[in-house]
């Protein structure tokens, strides 16, 4: 793991390196997932998203899903923390979406 390139209200987006490839990649850790029902929908929605985009052949629009990885608790069934390994690259969404004005704020909290 190289540097936290991002922060947000779900956790820390750290840019990494794989060792099989060099590639690098985002690495973006998500604590105690499942701690409310709305965030752990969330998250599982958003990896569902993730997952259908990256299968799109010729997909340029969306970052590639790696791999997702799971750290359980020990106590019990639930989550202890998750972390989503992604394709990287120099931008994050909110500015991607700052440069293309067709798409307003409620739309684009809606769509997400």
């Known amino acids: 793991m190289e540097e936290i390139v991002g922060e947000g209200s779900y956790g820390q987006v750290i840019k990494g390196k794989c060792k099989k490839s060099s590639r690098e990649v985002a690495i973006k850790f998500i ?25 799109v052949p010729n997909n340029v629009h969306t970052v590639e899903l790696i791999d997702l990885l799971v750290c359980p ?35 684009l909290y809606h769509s997400l």
């Open 31 to 55: 604590q105690n997932v499942c701690e409310s029902d709305y965030d752990c929908v969330k998250v599982i929605r958003e990896i569902q998203l993730l997952r259908r985009l990256t299968e």
């Open 73 to 107: 608790k020990e106590s019990n069934n639930s989550l202890l923390g998750l972390f989503i390994v992604m394709e990287y690259i120099d931008s994050d969404l909110k500015h991607v979406m700052s440069a293309a004005p067709s798409m307003d704020d409620f739309t």
